[in-house]
């Protein structure tokens, strides 16, 4: 399946897991039918009947075939994607999804992998452990939520750390008493060649960044759900698109992907704030203004592709691979 194919799932059922989190199951909607296969770590898009499109972890074991399971936290700011779910779908009804993509990849022949996770970030890493522990790889787990009311999938945890003899640290940092996960302790202690992964809220990615600075590169994952920084719309440039043989001029106030959509292009995208990687795109010519969080420094550094939903250019052109 391509990255802009999309199926049609039904939902199973949907499960209470914690105070504002729900997890859908999703299933095909053709009987008897496999879904597309995933890794641990990926995600998929919801499309909405709203037209959102929204991105979900899936946190169930990659080796089921018949099912998707996906954790939606209710945001009080929702523009309407995780209002809808919880507010609207009901089971039995069918949703337009894509195929899984993973830009969060778990590394399955580390020596140990450490995971860092705060609120619904503990989606992927759940899909994480339960691969590492059909592999017999040793993990370890730091957990972080408001409350523990507000804390998802916390006996699925004990049993997993249970059968694996594994390390699970809860943290609640809004209940008397508590204090915050100390990130850097975490990670000046972690195992001889141990990989590490977070996946929470922006200040705890903040921190995870800059106490994992010194870290090679290859054995440092994060994921994030939110954008950093705003979108490169300073505009003034003009984009040349070899395949349509197409030139677009990029206007101030405006992304890259606005102005193709404004043109009548279609690129494949998602999230539209550098964080799914949907959009990404060859640049074979020009210096793109890098704002998403899925690139790597290197990846960035080497100017060979960019997000166009929130990336512009540091020149006057930009030649791309669409
Ligand atoms: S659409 Fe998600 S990164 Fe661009």
């Known amino acids: 399946m391509s990255i802009t194919e999309t199926l049609q799932v039904r939902v199973k059922s949907i499960t209470w897991e914690a105070e504002g989190i729900l997890s859908y199951e999703l299933w095909p909607v053709a009987p008897h039918k496999e879904l597309p296969p ?33 954790g939606v936290n209710k945001d009080p700011q929702s523009r309407g994607g995780s209002r809808y779910l919880h507010e609207v779908l009901r089971p039995g009804d069918t949703l337009t999804v894509s195929a899984p993509r993973n830009n969060f990849p ?15 970030g503990i989606t992927p890493v759940l899909g994480m452990i339960r691969r ?11 957990y972080a939520a408001r409350t523990r009311k507000n804390a998802a999938f916390v006996e699925t945890l004990q049993a997993l750390r249970d059968d694996a003899g594994a390390t699970l640290q809860l943290s609640f940092d809004r209940e008397p008493g508590a204090s915050m ?11 001889a060649g141990a ?11 903040d921190a995870f960044e800059q106490a994992t600075a010194g870290l090679p590169p290859e054995r440092v994952h994060r994921e994030y759900f939110a954008a950093r920084e705003s979108a490169a719309t300073a505009g003034g440039f003009t984009v040349e698109l070899v395949r349509s043989g197409r030139s677009i001029e990029v206007a101030s106030g405006q992304t890259i992907l606005d102005c193709l959509l404004n043109a009548g292009i279609e690129p494949p995208y998602s999230c539209q704030e550098g964080i799914c990687g949907t959009c990404e795109v060859r640049v074979l010519a020009g210096l793109p203004d890098h704002r998403d969080l899925v690139l790597s420094e290197a990846e960035k550094a080497s100017n060979q592709r960019m997000m166009i939903c929130c990336s512009g250019a540091k020149g006057s052109k930009l030649v791309l691979d669409l």
């Open 38 to 70: 995933f890794e641990a770590g990926a995600h998929i898009d919801v499309h909405l009947p709203n037209g959102l499109i929204r991105n979900y972890s899936l946190f169930n074991s990659p080796q089921e075939r018949h099912r998707y399971l996906i």
């Open 106 to 120: 778990l590394d399955e022949a580390a020596a140990s992998s450490v995971f860092i996770a705060g609120g619904i």
């Open 132 to 142: 590492l522990q059909a592999l017999g790889r040793p993990w370890q787990l730091f």
């Open 181 to 191: 996960l100390d990130i850097p302790a975490i990670t000046n202690a972690l195992p």
């Open 195 to 205: 990989h590490v992964y977070c996946c929470g809220p922006l200040p705890m990615l």
